[in-house]
């Protein structure tokens, strides 16, 4: 692993147009699968499909025009309550509840994601791509100012960097058992790590265009990456990685809060459709 620092040729991430949310619940009917009569749930997203996240909660999903949670997996989906016309980036999850960032600024949940209302953040800082999370802790990744810190779940943030977390983009891994160890998704450079809080970064290593991050809450080591068409993972904390299939059109993936599942979350024209694998990519239903 290399151990240069500060020397990562920076392109300035395209500014992605993110979720405008639907203010009112909904249910999204389900489709039939006439090939098979497997019953298939999708849900607006609008153009593009940005995130997914697997939390306590439920399974969200976040695209160009509106964001929705599933309670069951994917089969049945509810949009998101409150937060009509808000751009959505990434997700963290803190010991105040959630976290959404996006071109408006960070917003915060307190009831699980049923409602969001926004949050104190940094200077003039209105653009967020990147968040990520563990206990208190709180990273942030904007192309506007570089990357911040928050130790009391997103009151108050302090630069730690301005040459890095420009180019940052969606969910970062931050160690439980070490809250200044990050892994970002870094739209020029690929997985990057941090152990120091953010002052200095290493290449971690996978795929040198990576869209999507996340790892098994039960085993830290075992890393998914989400490449342009391609998924890579690692059981090895980094150290050597493998490429699997993903289902063709995928955006974003996430694994079960118990490891035993991949979720994919693909673009079927303005609508989500979710697909999981329970052995590490090899099918997927």
Known sequence: MSTMRHRFPYIPAAHFVAVAFIALAITTPWTANASSNVRRMTTF????????????SGLFVTGHESGSV??????????????KSVDIMAWASTDAGYLAGGHNGIFKSADGGKSFVR???YGKVSDVHALGSSGKTVYMGSPQVGF????DSGKSWK???RKFGQGFMGSMLVDPANPLRVIAPDMS???????????????????TSVMSVDWNPKNHKEILALSMGMGAITQNNGKTWSTFSVPMDTSAIAMSPTGAKIFAAVLIGTKAEIFSSTNLGKSWT
């Open 189 to 207: 450079n690929g997985l990057v790590m941090t152990r120091d809080g953010g002052k200095s970064w290493v290449r971690f290593g996978g795929p």
């Open 70 to 83: 599933s309670t069951d997996e994917g089969f049945k989906w509810k949009a998101i309550l409150s937060l």
């Open 148 to 151: 911040l810190r928050s130790i």
């Open 45 to 56: 997203v609008g153009g593009d499909l940005h995130t997914l996240t697997y939390t306590k």
């Open 159 to 161: 630069l730690v960097n």
């Open 119 to 121: 949050f104190n953040f």
